[in-house]
């Protein structure tokens, strides 16, 4: 009996899955890996990711900035899939020209793709919070997936 290997995706289908997203999960190394949802953006070059500045994720990124970043979309039955892992490091970026463009990208992500003002809780800020304050304040730490070292996608046929 063969085995029958799931197709990897090309450049352009997992770029493609990245642009469309906007939840991830990160693993970081350590005795047990520790895996966390985060919500990203992507410039067309690199992903950003917004961290409360507290949190095991801290010790983590600290003690190791390499990580495992893996995208996935799905329909609930799992008839269709595509999921992409990314292997890199993560930067803390110190820049506040670049901080801020990245979260004026978060801020337009929130309201292109509506969602729930929740999500500020995730992002170091309270519910009731304005949207632009998460513009305005520094509640949490703006960080970069660079060295990139490997992508691998995959997707039903």
């Given at each position: 009996?063969?085995?029958h290997k799931v197709p990897l995706m090309s450049k352009?289908?997992?770029?493609?899955?990245?642009?469309?997203?906007?939840?991830?999960?990160?693993?970081?190394?350590?005795?047990?890996?520790?895996?966390?949802?985060?919500?990203?953006?992507?410039?067309?070059?690199y992903l950003y990711f917004l961290s409360t500045k507290?949190?095991?994720?801290?010790?983590?990124?600290?003690?190791?900035?390499?990580?495992?970043?893996?995208?996935?979309?799905?329909?609930?039955?799992?008839?269709?899939?595509?999921?992409?892992?990314?292997?890199?490091?993560?930067?803390?970026?110190?820049?506040?020209?670049?901080?801020?463009?990245?979260?004026?990208?978060?801020?337009?992500?929130?309201?292109?793709?509506?969602?729930?003002?929740?999500?500020?809780?995730?992002?170091?800020?309270?519910?009731?919070?304005?949207?632009?304050?998460?513009?305005?304040?520094?509640?949490?730490?703006?960080?970069?997936?660079?060295?990139?070292?490997?992508?691998?996608?995959?997707?039903?046929?």
């Open positions: 009996m063969d085995i352009e289908e997992y770029d493609e899955l990245i642009k469309e997203s906007y939840v991830s999960r990160i693993c970081f190394k350590g005795k047990y890996p520790y895996i966390a949802p985060f919500m990203y953006v992507f410039d067309d070059q507290y949190g095991k994720k801290i010790q983590r990124f600290q003690a190791n900035p390499k990580v495992a970043v893996e995208i996935e979309k799905y329909k609930d039955d799992l008839s269709e899939y595509r999921f992409v892992t990314l292997q890199g490091r993560i930067y803390q970026v110190e820049d506040n020209n670049e901080k801020l463009d990245v979260r004026k990208l978060f801020v337009d992500l929130i309201k292109k793709k509506s969602l729930s003002r929740n999500i500020l809780a995730a992002l170091g800020h309270s519910p009731d919070d304005e949207l632009e304050s998460i513009i305005n304040e520094e509640r949490s730490f703006v960080w970069k997936l660079v060295d990139v070292k490997n992508i691998i996608g995959i997707k039903t046929s």
